[in-house]
Structures are given as structure tokens and as C-alpha cells.
């Protein structure tokens, strides 16, 4: 059964970092784009970065704070959040475009659990 399990979020003071890892388990053979959305409460799921063979791309509340990776051998994505500020409080959820399996299975839209960071003032 392929999963996208996530790690890293917590509590942490304005102005601290935190890293966040998705790892994509299961039978997967290769993994497409990867990223990271937020929600807020009261607000909708929106875009954080994301990151693909051509590049990344960050929402403009991110950018210059925030850094996504991917180790493509361990089919792992990473969010680096540093100067974190109250508003970026929300459950951070890992996606997956598109991934293939060893057996030739394609599956799309693929989410992680979400994981809770929460940032004090």
C-alpha cells in the first residue's frame, strides 16, 4: 500500500524553524512532482512550494523564509521553514502529483496526513 508519511511539525516561537519530511512508502518505483500545501484555521488548503525536475515554486507569503528539497533515492520531499511568524500556523499536508509503483500501477493526487505546526508570538 503506498502512503505519504509525514514528519517534523510541532510548536515552536516566532522567529524559530522547524523541517518537515514527507517520504513516499510503499511499492513506489518513482514520484513526479511533490509539495506542500497548508490550512489554516478557518482558511482553505493553499499552496506552500513545491518542487519538481524543472525547479521550485513558493507562494509569495514563503518565499526567502521557507525551502523545499527532494531526495529523489529516498523519494522524500523536505520543507525547511525558518523565521516562522504566527500566520504560518496551519496543518502542513504532503502531495504527490503523480507516482508510479513496481507492479505499473499510476496513482494521482496523493496527500499525507497532515502534520500540526503551530507558531506562539
Known amino acids: 500500500q503506498v502512503q505519504l508519511v509525514e514528519s517534523g511539525g510541532g510548536l515552536v516561537q516566532a522567529g524559530g524553524s522547524l523541517r518537515l519530511s514527507c517520504t513516499a512508502s510503499g511499492s513506489v518505483y518513482s514520484v513526479n512532482a511533490m509539495g506542500w500545501y497548508r490550512q489554516g484555521p478557518g482558511n482553505q488548503r493553499e499552496l506552500v512550494a513545491t518542487i519538481t525536475i524543472d525547479g521550485a515554486n513558493y507562494a509569495d507569503s514563503v518565499k526567502g523564509r521557507f525551502t523545499i528539497s527532494r531526495d529523489n533515492a529516498k523519494k522524500t520531499v523536505y520543507l525547511q521553514m525558518n523565521s516562522l511568524k504566527p500566520e504560518d500556523t496551519a496543518v502542513y499536508y504532503c502531495?504527490?502529483?503523480?507516482?508510479?509503483?513496481?507492479?505499473?500501477?499510476?496513482?494521482?493526487?496523493?496527500w499525507g496526513q497532515g502534520t500540526q505546526v503551530t507558531v506562539s508570538s
Open positions: 502531495n504527490v502529483d503523480l507516482l508510479t509503483t513496481y507492479d505499473g500501477a499510476v496513482l494521482y493526487d496523493r
